[in-house]
């Protein structure tokens, strides 16, 4: 399969959908582990920090999605 096709379904339906869910569970699992004493404390999370745990997550999934529709074994 082309790399564009292998992106186009990357990021769209199940694959997206399942990436998002992957982000979701494992970026509030890490920012739970990395920030929620501080949070827990009343201090505000390191915004940025917060943003990454979820963004590269979603990228790793992302990309398992990508190599998988690349290159079907």
């Known amino acids: 399969m082309e ?3 292998a ?16 982000a979701l569970v494992v970026g ?18 390191v915004i940025w920090k917060l943003g990454l745990t979820y963004v590269v997550p979603f990228l790793v999934a992302s990309y398992g999605s990508f190599a998988a529709f690349r290159n079907p074994s």
């Open 3 to 5: 790399v564009r096709e």
């Open 7 to 22: 992106a186009r379904r990357t990021l769209t339906g199940n694959s997206l959908r399942r990436s998002l869910m992957v």
């Open 28 to 45: 509030t699992a890490l920012n739970l582990i990395n920030q929620g004493p501080e949070m827990l404390s009343g201090k505000w999370p």
